[in-house]
């Protein structure tokens, strides 16, 4: 390939169907918890009003025709930043879209795969009075619930917040949680040291969304606090009006903060690892995916260049640096020259000036 393979990137939150939007900015202030900004104004009318649309439209034959072209256009998004797994396809407007998302990047909700399990994503929080049952929930599960966990802030020295309450709400009885090793608290930002443990100490994950925390609540979760505990991490863009475009750009806004803000906490591997193998792990797929191993799905991307360190030079790499992606032995794009030579076709773009299929 001329290039340095890596496993495919795993993405463990977003909300593929919203991210044809642009980003919301200026992000109008700094919101405490997730209950404050969708009340917002803009947000209806730059956000949830526009997908609305996009969601209850039909053609004559009355054919919800805007949705097959939309997946493509967020699932292209994914592949123009070497992601092969990506999560969250719902879209409040529409649950039919859904239906859509069989075709070019692997999903963890639908996989069509016995080998890989599927993963149930919750943004809904968990009632206190419902613990018990959701915890008997996560022991069924084979792959993991993706729970939207105490997204907001709380700050030090502070022993409550909304965003905690959330969390707290987990407590089924003294010294029980209704958290095990299926469950993956995306955000977590609003939990403090002593949450880490607990989580840690029940097997419970957690999925980081830097970029989109830091312009909602000016914070992000003490992943410092996280690493100590032994908490498990994978890597989310979330979505494109608030986060990243694509999990390429995360890894860039957490290997940022980690080296000014956190004094160099993760190393490049170290991130690299949340968004492949770490993430497999989480959902219980490492048997199957997340490196490169024999008999394992040959899910992997090719960047340009072979000097250096890989990991940095891959969090370092843009859309350009991108010769191939690859998803269970197909390749779904990359530079044509490539794409001839493992038999696939399809269409021709352009990528910064470079000519990809």
């Known amino acids: 390939t001329g290039g340095t393979l890596f496993p495919g990137l795993i993405e463990l939150h977003n909300h593929l169907s919203y991210n044809a939007l642009p980003l919301w900015s200026p992000v109008p202030k700094r919101f405490q918890h997730r209950g404050q900004w969708p009340d917002h104004p803009d947000y209806r009318k730059l956000i949830s009003g526009p997908m609305k649309v996009v969601g209850e439209y039909r053609d004559a034959q009355g054919t919800s025709a805007l949705l097959a072209p939309l997946v493509r256009y967020v699932e292209c998004k994914c592949l123009l930043g070497g992601v092969t797994t990506s999560q969250g396809i719902m879209l409040s407007s529409n649950a039919g879209v859904q239906r859509f998302y069989r075709g070019i990047v692997r999903n963890v909700e639908q996989t069509d795969d016995p080998d890989l399990f599927e993963a149930q994503g919750r943004i809904a929080d968990v009632d206190a009075k419902d613990a018990r049952s959701f915890l008997v929930r996560l022991q069924k599960e084979k792959s993991c619930s993706l729970l939207h966990l105490s997204e907001g802030v709380t700050k030090s020295g502070q022993a409550d917040s909304v965003a905690r309450r959330h969390f707290l709400a987990l407590q089924v009885a003294p010294n029980q949680w209704a958290i095990n090793d299926r469950l993956a608290a995306i955000h977590a930002a609003g939990l403090l040291p002593e949450d880490f443990d607990v989580l840690a100490e029940h097997g419970g994950a957690m999925i980081w969304s830097p970029l989109s925390n830091l312009l909602l609540y000016g914070a992000t979760a003490r992943v410092d606090a996280a690493k100590r505990a032994g908490v498990r991490m994978g890597l989310g863009s979330d979505w494109s009006p608030s986060g990243s475009k694509n999990l390429l750009g ?81 390749a779904r794009y990359g530079m044509p020259g490539l794409m001839d030579t493992l038999g696939s076709q399809g269409e021709t773009l352009r990528v910064g000036g470079q000519m990809r299929r």
């Open 250 to 330: 995360e890894l860039k806004v957490a290997w940022l903060y980690s080296q000014h803000v956190l004094g160099g906490l993760f190393s490049a591997r170290d991130l690299v690892a949340m968004g492949t193998r770490d993430a497999a792990a989480i959902l219980k797929w490492h048997k199957a995916l997340g490196t490169l191993e024999g008999h394992k799905r040959a899910d992997l991307i090719v960047i340009a260049g072979k000097v250096g360190d890989p990991y940095e030079a891959l969090i370092q790499a843009k859309e350009t640096s991108i010769r191939l992606v690859m998803i269970n032995g197909v």
